[in-house]
């Protein structure tokens, strides 16, 4: 793969959390002091939420690569839509606990006793559940139910909470949460990188794997990673691997915004991934070269399409609404009209049949360029489908080669 090309230890951008990547941008920072001051109070909730792929499993990462296993005992639940009983039992085997008889009394009595004896071993208890705007309105009651263990006066056990924004939405405006409400004693909305980290964030996570200066890249190429991505770490990560990918196979030592712009017209243009809105606008807005390897198939603008299907309905408007006025004239005609009244219905009639005429020359020439538009999206397909063929093909040899 690109790693091998560039002499790279591993891959920079992978998908995948890892506290060994971990990037203190001004918001995780913020995050950071958060969690700090929550994990210091020893109680409670503290909320954690963000958008997706903004980096808040890879801050829970970094946060359980630094704790201190002799104070505190972490574990972490990464939820799907579960009820109150379920929750509980997910619990209970994220602390190691096997429940005979997998009834929800049992689990409870698993837990307590488990908080107990770590409490009594000078050791606190954090659960860390992920994905938290999945759980239901009872399942997070059953959370909060637990945070109710004590010894004596000492809370047992403290939850972070880390979801998506509507999980801070439903959060804030659930009646049934209020005393959960009442329990967070800390939170903090992660945001998108600034336009500024974004280069320090790339360079960060490239040098980690030993890049030194190979491959390089052109000054316009950070502004607009960023225009393309919003400042969102997983959306930079995703372009990021693609455009490595397509520098290696083109054998690259440089990246100039003529290969971006081909990285971004084929992540707009890759229906299985269904890319972000900013990936799209920012491939629309630099100009597009086709790549040596594919067949020289001009790409079909989107804006022209959208302006012909739009110039067809129009049409279509205009063809409809001279046909009811023809219907119109002829139900309005009186039978024994006089001559005069007669031609100037003739006249009308005939000037309305010239105009459905001209309309419908209009809608079949159009039909014809909507066609002409529909073959070159054919032949584009069929051209990635020929490049993606190759490529792969170029894996295998490679990795033949390799072995």
Not at 154 to 173: C, H, I, K, N, V
Not at 312 to 336: G, K, S, T, W, Y
Not at 354 to 369: C, F, H, S, V
């Amino acid at each position: 793969m690109y790693e091998d090309f560039y002499g790279f230890t591993a891959r920079p951008f992978q998908l995948t959390p890892d506290a060994a990547f971990y990037f203190e941008s001004l918001t995780h920072r913020k995050a950071l002091s958060y969690l700090g001051y929550g994990l210091a109070q020893g109680e409670g909730f503290i909320v954690i939420t963000g958008e997706i792929g903004s980096g808040k499993s890879t801050l829970v990462a970094h946060l359980m690569a630094t704790i201190d296993p002799q104070r505190l005992t972490a574990a972490q639940v990464v939820t799907s839509a579960l009820n109150g009983d379920e929750i509980i039992h997910v619990v209970a085997q994220s602390f190691g606990l096997v429940i005979d008889g997998h009834d929800k009394a049992t689990a409870l009595a698993g837990i307590e006793g488990l908080l107990h004896a770590e409490a009594r071993g000078g050791r606190r208890c954090l659960l860390v559940v992920d994905e938290a705007q999945n759980l239901s309105i009872e399942a997070l009651e059953e959370l909060r139910m637990l945070s109710n263990f004590q010894l004596g006066n000492q809370p047992l056990l403290q939850t972070l909470l880390l979801g998506q924004p509507e999980f801070r939405d439903t959060l804030q405006s659930s009646p049934r949460l209020e005393q959960l409400r009442q329990r967070v004693i800390a939170t903090h909305h992660l945001e998108a990188m600034d336009a500024e980290e974004v280069q320090p964030y790339f360079e960060h996570r490239l040098k980690l794997v030993g890049w030194g200066g190979r491959p390089s890249f052109a000054p316009e190429f950070y502004p607009a990673l960023y225009e393309a991505t919003g400042g969102v770490p997983r959306r930079i990560n995703q372009l990021a691997n693609r455009l490595l990918l397509m520098g290696a196979v083109e054998e690259r030592d440089h990246f100039d915004m003529d290969l971006f712009a081909r990285v971004l017209e084929e992540v707009a243009s890759d229906t299985a991934l269904a890319p972000a809105a900013p990936v799209v606008e920012a491939a629309a807005a630099v100009h597009h070269a086709p790549a040596p390897f594919a067949a020289p198939i001009d790409a079909v603008p989107f804006a022209e399409m959208k302006d012909a299907f739009n110039e067809r309905d129009a049409l279509i408007a205009e063809l409809q609404q001279a046909v009811i006025e023809l219907a119109n004239v002829m139900e309005q005609q009186p039978a024994p009209a006089p001559v005069a009244a007669s031609s100037a219905v003739i006249v009308d009639d005939a000037a309305l049949k010239a105009d459905i005429a001209a309309l419908t020359e209009r809608m079949n020439a159009m039909a014809g360029r909507l066609g002409s538009l529909e073959q070159r999206m054919v032949e584009q397909e069929a051209s990635v489908k020929h490049t993606l063929a190759m490529l792969i093909e170029w894996l295998e040899s490679d990795q033949k080669v390799a072995a």
